[in-house]
């Protein structure tokens, strides 16, 4: 096989490096800065263990590559930028060949299935981070992440364990799960608070809104009908991801305060908390917490604002009024 990671951030970097050091064949789909800065001097990859520049093959779109029977694209764009890389994949490759989805949210497998033939759910548990062109971090060893996967909406076969087993032997945690979705939905609960941290950087008290929005969760996926792994199950899978700490590089935050102190232009908001307002809204659940925090972080956008300059008071008094 043939690993085609699009979208070469924290996730995607992190993910192609570690494919690359254990032999598989790796390319990069990447933008701007950082696909220059690859191209030109290669993937710089920082871990506990080592800080090493890698020759991995960098393009700029799907276009740019001759794609083969063997390749398997995993998707590690965030969700925001799934519909426009989908469409451009499916005019460089056709509808066939098999698409991973390496990303936060629960709506991006059921894009990629409108569009291609075999599709594939993997969870997210990988702490790494994308802040300089050509340089991605992970504060994680070996298991360097959890990332376990199945087959879209669900099951298993050949080359999704094929898959799976790559992933493993390049040091993550990566079991063929034949129901992985119910990860990613547990997934979920954790990313509501990407927003908020982006907005505040989580300072005592932040936990109460936390809950929040979980309980808001928890209500709309039961009245959903949705499946959830539990806690005590991701917990164990989590407990397998040994994390390591790199000299002079402190941990960043989360996807979203990463794509605000970027500069994007753009957060993830819609489909972490606003899955949840979508499905409250379908199901008759209140859900002002995870409603004030997507508006939240688009406020941070529009208003150019940098992490922390939105106070726990005024989401807590925002929350109130919609209450």
């Known amino acids: 096989m043939?690993?085609?990671?699009?979208?070469?951030?924290?996730?995607?970097?992190?993910?192609?490096?570690?494919?690359?050091?254990?032999?598989?064949?790796?390319?990069?789909?990447?933008?701007?800065?950082?696909?220059?800065?690859?191209?030109?001097?290669?993937?710089?990859f920082i871990?506990?263990?080592?800080?090493?520049?890698?020759p991995i093959p960098a393009v700029g779109h799907p276009s740019d590559i001759d794609f083969q029977l063997d390749d398997v694209v995993i998707l590690c764009v965030k969700s925001q930028h799934t519909v426009a890389a989908l469409a451009d994949l499916r005019a460089a490759a056709g509808d066939a060949v098999p698409v991973v989805c390496c990303q936060n949210g629960v709506v991006n497998e059921r894009e990629a299935a409108r569009r291609f033939q075999h599709v594939y759910a993997m969870v997210v548990l990988l702490p790494a981070s994308h802040l300089q062109p050509g340089e991605v971090i992970t504060h994680a060893s070996r298991p360097g992440g959890m990332l376990d996967m199945g087959c879209y909406p669900e099951g298993m076969d050949a080359r999704g364990?094929?898959?799976?087993?790559?992933?493993?032997?390049?040091?993550?945690?990566?079991?063929?799960?034949?129901?992985?979705?119910?990860?990613?939905?547990?997934?979920l609960l954790n990313n509501l608070n990407n927003a908020l941290q982006a907005a505040t950087e989580m300072p005592d008290g932040a936990q109460e809104i936390s809950r929040l929005m979980r309980q808001e969760a928890l209500a709309c996926y039961q009245a959903a009908g949705i499946d959830c792994a539990?806690?005590?199950?991701?917990?164990?899978?989590?407990?397998?991801?040994r994390g390591g700490e790199i000299p002079g590089v402190p941990r960043s935050g989360g996807s979203s305060w990463q794509s605000v102190v970027r500069g994007t232009g753009n957060v993830e908001t819609d489909y972490l908390n606003g899955e949840i307002v979508l499905l409250g809204r379908l199901h008759q659940v209140p859900t002002p917490a995870n409603l004030v925090v997507q508006q939240v972080g688009h406020e941070m956008i529009r208003k150019g604002l940098k992490p922390g300059d939105i106070s726990l008071d005024e989401i807590r008094q925002r929350i109130a009024a919609m209450s």
């Open 2 to 44: 043939r690993f085609i990671i699009y979208g070469a951030g924290g996730i995607g970097g992190t993910l192609g490096a570690r494919l690359h050091q254990g032999g598989e064949s790796v390319v990069l789909i990447a933008r701007g800065p950082h696909l220059q800065a690859m191209q030109s001097d290669g993937l710089r």
């Open 47 to 54: 871990a506990p263990e080592e800080d090493v520049r890698l």
């Open 161 to 187: 364990q094929a898959i799976a087993d790559a992933v493993a032997r390049a040091g993550f945690a990566c079991e063929a799960d034949p129901r992985a979705m119910r990860k990613k939905y547990a997934k």
């Open 230 to 241: 539990t806690a005590d199950e991701m917990r164990e899978r989590r407990a397998e991801i």
